[in-house]
T-cell receptor
C-alpha cells in the first residue's frame, strides 16, 4: 500500500513568516512529486512539481526533494493571509499509469 | 495548464437514482482521472480513463457503480449509479498534461458537489 503522510495541522504562522510543509512517502521508486493548494470549497490547484533531488524555486514557493529520505517539503516565504489553505502533497510512482497518491493535506493559516 | 470544466457543479439527488457528471478539457489529453473527495478528507482515485480503452478502476470501485465513458480526447463522463447517502461527496475530474519541462502534471476541474438524500 503506497502511502503519503503529511502533518494534518493546523499550521499557524504570522504574516511575513516562512511556512514549512512536510511530506513523506513510502514507495521508494516514486518519481514525481507535486504540491497542490486547495482553498475551502474549491478544487486543488497545482502550485509546484519536482522530479529530481534538490530545490526548485518558483516565486515565494520552494519545493525540496530528498529521495534517499523519501521526503518532500514546500516552503512558502513571506507568507500572506491569502496563502491560508490546505496543502496537498501528491506522489506518482512512475510507470505508465501516472496515478497520483495524495496525502491528507496540511491546513495552513497565516495570521495578519 | 488547461481549462477543465465540469457539469453539474452541484446536485441533490434521491436515493436509488443515478447522476452523470461531465468533464470537458479545452485541449486534447490522453489520460483523464476521476477522484472522490469526501468531506474533510483527501482525494481518492476512482478510475483512470484513457481514450479508446476501458477505464481502469481502483480497489474498492467497480464499473457497475461508477461507469465511465471516454468518447474522445477532450471529454469524459462519470456516472454514480444507484446512489445512497454514502455517495455524498465531491467528484473531481483531472487531466494529465505534458509540457516542455514536465511530463506528469495533473490539473483539476472545479468539482461536482453531490448530496444524496
Amino acid at each position: 500500500q503506497k502511502e503519503v503522510e503529511q502533518n494534518s495541522g493546523p499550521l499557524s504562522v504570522p504574516e511575513g513568516a516562512i511556512a514549512s510543509l512536510n511530506c513523506t512517502y513510502s514507495d521508494r521508486v516514486s518519481q514525481s512529486f507535486f504540491w497542490y493548494r486547495q482553498y475551502s470549497g474549491k478544487s486543488p490547484e497545482l502550485i509546484m512539481s519536482i522530479y529530481s533531488n534538490g530545490d526548485k524555486e518558483d516565486g515565494r514557493f520552494t519545493a525540496q526533494l530528498n529521495k534517499a529520505s523519501q521526503y518532500v517539503s514546500l516552503l512558502i516565504r513571506d507568507s500572506q493571509p491569502s496563502d491560508s489553505a490546505t496543502y496537498l502533497c501528491a506522489v506518482n510512482s512512475g510507470g505508465s499509469n501516472y496515478k497520483l497518491t495524495f496525502g491528507k493535506g496540511t491546513l495552513l493559516t497565516v495570521n495578519p | 495548464s488547461a481549462v477543465i470544466s465540469q457539469k453539474p457543479s452541484r446536485d441533490i439527488c434521491q436515493r436509488g437514482t443515478s447522476l452523470t457528471i461531465q468533464c470537458q478539457v479545452d485541449s486534447q489529453v490522453t489520460m483523464m482521472f476521476w477522484y472522490r473527495q469526501q468531506p474533510g478528507q483527501s482525494l481518492t482515485l476512482i478510475a483512470t480513463a484513457n481514450q479508446g480503452s476501458e477505464a481502469t478502476y481502483e480497489s474498492g470501485f467497480v464499473i457497475d457503480k461508477f461507469p465511465i465513458s471516454r468518447p474522445n480526447l477532450t471529454f469524459s463522463t462519470l456516472t454514480v449509479s444507484n446512489m445512497s447517502p454514502e455517495d455524498s461527496s465531491i467528484y473531481l475530474c483531472s487531466a494529465r498534461l505534458r509540457t516542455i519541462d514536465s511530463y506528469n502534471e495533473q490539473f483539476f476541474g472545479p468539482g461536482t458537489r453531490l448530496t444524496v438524500l
